[in-house]
Nanobody
Framework: QVQLVESGGGLVQAGDSLRLSCAAS????????MAWFRQVPGNEREFVAL????????MYADSVKGRFTMSGDNAKNTVYLQMNSLKPEDTAVFYC????????????????WGQGTQVTVSS
């Protein structure tokens, strides 16, 4: 099993940047496909980015492509989400998740979740 703890959220202005961190423990994140999802109240959890098992490739939702970058640090057993050119519509609780398999952009494919970190972007 792996445990996930997110950090790095906060209140920023439109156009600013933030870097979210997801620290894994119990097992290496490289054993899993790692993803970021986000959720606003009343909406379903939405896929944001994927860091494939072993880090061979990344994938992004169209809404964040070109602005967000997901990466991993093996030594720190941590994955990151660098978010640039933030927009008010990026406001959400961001969750880190780990999967052993399944459709990459479906929350049901992920067995392990962090507690979430709030990102608020003001206009």
């Amino acid at each position: 099993q792996v445990q996930l703890v997110e950090s790095g959220g906060g209140l920023v202005q439109a156009g600013d940047s933030l870097r979210l961190s997801c620290a894994a423990s119990g097992r290496s994140f490289r054993s899993y496909s790692m993803a970021w999802f986000r959720q606003v109240p009343g909406n379903e959890r939405e896929f944001v980015a994927l860091f494939s098992r072993g880090g061979a490739f990344t994938m992004y939702a169209d809404s964040v492509k070109g602005r967000f970058t997901m990466s991993g640090d093996n030594a720190k057993n941590t994955v990151y989400l660098q978010m640039n050119s933030l927009k008010p519509e990026d406001t959400a609780v961001f969750y880190c998740a780990a999967s052993s398999g399944g459709t990459y952009n479906l929350p049901g494919s992920y067995a392990y979740w962090g507690q979430g970190t709030q990102v608020t972007v003001s206009s």
